[in-house]
């Protein structure tokens, strides 16, 4: 696999997903708001899964596929719910 100079390292293809902000949500916040900011750009999972995580959605459909929904779907948790505790205490 080629490294992307902007990807971060410590990316996993799947969020440890839990109800409260995570250290993974922690050291990543900056790839969630790449993956809304793509988002809002109206670019696909494959572009973003180049872009943001690495995954050549060419070589690895699937996997570009879910990573990118997995770190999609926890950016918005994130916007919607998670941001809260950022601000907490």
Known sequence: MVKHPDVEAGLKDEVPWSDSLTNYDKEHFT???RF???GADDATYEEMA???LGIDPV???ERARKAARSHI????WMM???YKELFAG
């Open 31 to 33: 790839t969630y708001m």
């Open 50 to 52: 180049q872009a943001i």
């Open 36 to 38: 809304l900011d793509a």
């Open 73 to 76: 779907d926890r950016a918005n």
């Open 59 to 61: 070589e690895e459909p």
């Open 80 to 82: 919607t719910v998670g």
